[in-house]
T-cell receptor, first 118, second 113 residues
Framework: AQKITQTQPGMFVQEKEAVTLDCTYD???????LFWYKQPSSGEMIFLIY??????QNATEGRYSLNFQKARKSANLVISASQLGDSAMYFC???????????????FGTGTSLTVIP | EPEVTQTPSHQVTQMGQEVILRCVPI?????FYWYRQILGQKVEFLVS????????KSEIFDDQFSVERPDGSNFTLKIRSTKLEDSAMYFC???????????FGSGTRLTVV
């Protein structure tokens, strides 16, 4: 089974509107971390937001928030007040186990291409 | 803000040649990683490195690949006898410890011709 599933290959949003990018995950670990990365056309990977499995509150970072629904195993990214510069690929990722362990590879989803329309 | 630096940004090599991709992680980071992304596809884990040894590697990371931290600052990925299907963006990443996300480098785009 896929560890991370992103079902929206492409999304469009009007500038200044909010948009939700979906992400579901699969793990049997009790301790894990969920991450969102932005990849603009230049190719770099930019860390956006993190949610730990034990965090009770949804993570927020500026215009980004993570809608964490543990029972549903979903970790959707919400971008409020979209800007033209938000047009990019967005990857959801998960790391299983605690951060103190060695290794701890990330599992990435296939990404969602977001286009912000003026 | 500290960065992970990767060089070169783009490398073209002939099939069968060896390439070395270079990364300078953030100086106090302890864990180092290589990922690759074939054009239009998802990011795939290659290898993690901690305490001067490989701690985890994927099926992709076969005998064709090797990593090294030769001098305490650089972290290199060597690909021997490159194949066309090795063409991809290769990302280096590092982290200090704990549960935070990695810091990724800006990537090296490898093109094998």
């Amino acid at each position: 089974a896929q560890k991370i599933t992103q079902t929206q290959p492409g999304m469009f949003v009007q500038e200044k509107e909010a948009v939700t990018l979906d992400c579901t995950y699969d793990t049997s670990d009790q301790s894990y971390g969920l991450f969102w990365y932005k990849q603009p056309s230049s190719g770099e990977m930019i860390f956006l937001i993190y949610q730990g499995s034990y965090d009770e509150q949804n993570a927020t970072e500026g215009r980004y928030s993570l809608n964490f629904q543990k029972a549903r195993k979903s970790a959707n990214l919400v971008i409020s007040a979209s800007q033209l510069g938000d047009s990019a690929m967005y990857f959801c990722a998960m790391r299983e186990g605690t951060g103190g362990s060695t290794g701890n590879q990330f599992y990435f989803g296939t990404g969602t291409s977001l286009t912000v329309i003026p | 803000e500290p960065e992970v630096t990767q060089t070169p940004s783009h490398q073209v090599t002939q099939m069968g040649q060896e390439v070395i991709l270079r990364c300078v992680p953030i100086s106090n980071h302890l864990y180092f990683y290589w990922y690759r992304q074939i054009l239009g596809q998802k990011v795939e884990f290659l290898v993690s490195f901690y305490n001067n040894e490989i701690s985890e590697k994927s099926e992709i990371f076969d005998d064709q690949f090797s990593v090294e931290r030769p001098d305490g600052s650089n972290f290199t990925l060597k690909i021997r006898s490159t194949k066309l299907e090795d063409s991809a963006m290769y990302f280096c990443a590092s982290k200090f410890a704990g549960i935070d996300g990695y810091t990724f480098g800006s990537g090296t785009r490898l093109t094998v011709v």
